[in-house]
């Protein structure tokens, strides 16, 4: 089963993984998306996810990124961190019909100008958009 949770509801991450462990057979595929303002806070919950896509945030970028076990994509990267991830990440390019490039990179692979550009949040920090 796929969840998707955005990033200001995060913290509801932990509870979706308990309740995996609590029923039998179950295995729950945990998409974060919409992290462009996740408070750092919230990280610890992002960690937990199975996928995470960095929206606009510098923090998700570095944070997330570097625990990433594979990355999809270099503008706004998506992360995916766990082995049900990266396997559902390798199943969605195996439908791509267009070539791509794979190479081994220390995570997160990032080139500066293709990422959004950074504005100021709601308490002064930094963000992409």
């Known amino acids: 089963m796929a969840v998707t949770v955005i990033g200001l509801n ?3 991450i932990p509870k979706l993984r308990e309740l995996e462990k609590e029923v039998e057979g179950a295995e729950l595929a945990i998409f974060s998306t919409c992290n462009t303002l996740v ?12 996928i995470v896509c960095s929206s606009a945030s510098r923090l998700v970028l570095r944070r997330i990124g570097k625990r990433a076990l594979m990355q999809l994509g270099v503008g706004i990267p998506v992360f995916a961190l766990t082995r049900l991830g990266r ?3 390798l199943r969605y390019l195996e439908g791509m019909k267009s070539p791509f490039v794979v190479s081994r990179a220390r995570m997160p692979y990032l080139i500066e100008e293709r990422l959004p550009i950074p504005v100021k949040g709601r308490r002064g920090s930094e963000h992409r958009i």
């Open 87 to 89: 396997r559902i990440a």
């Open 39 to 50: 408070p750092r806070e919230h990280l610890k919950y992002l960690e937990m996810a199975d």
């Open 10 to 12: 995060a913290e509801i």
